[in-house]
């Protein structure tokens, strides 16, 4: 069973930036795609980006293109999103998971904790 544990989030302020790490432990973590879903209370959790087992591919959903970028650390365990030019809609507690494959975005472990963004003035 592999552990997820997301930090990195905070309160910023429209036009501001975030990096978010995800470590994993517990698997063979350079085996998987990972991917980042982003949740809003209310609504479901929905996909953001992913990235191949290599770190030579990645995938992401149109509102983030341009914006986000996904990478990984396969020494660390470690996958990361950079995000810039952050909206108030960017707002939303954010996940990871491992993935079978980076365009196909099905989670297939359990959820961590996650990590809350906050973007307001």
């Known amino acids: 069973q592999v552990q997820l544990v997301e930090s990195g989030g905070g309160l910023v302020r429209p036009g501001g930036s975030l990096r978010l790490s995800c470590a994993a432990s517990g698997r063979t973590f350079s085996s998987y795609a990972m991917g980042w879903f982003r949740q809003v209370p209310g609504k479901e959790r929905e996909f953001v980006a992913a990235i191949s087992w290599s770190g030579s591919s990645t995938y992401y959903t149109d509102s983030v293109k341009g914006r986000f970028t996904i990478s990984r650390d396969n020494a660390k365990n470690t996958v990361y999103l950079q995000m810039n030019s952050l909206k108030p809609e960017d707002t939303a507690v954010y996940y990871c998971?491992?993935?079978?494959?980076?365009?196909?975005?099905?989670?297939?472990?359990?959820w961590g904790q996650g990590t809350q963004v906050t973007v307001s003035s």
């Open positions: 998971n491992l993935l079978n494959y980076h365009l196909d975005p099905r989670p297939l472990s359990s």
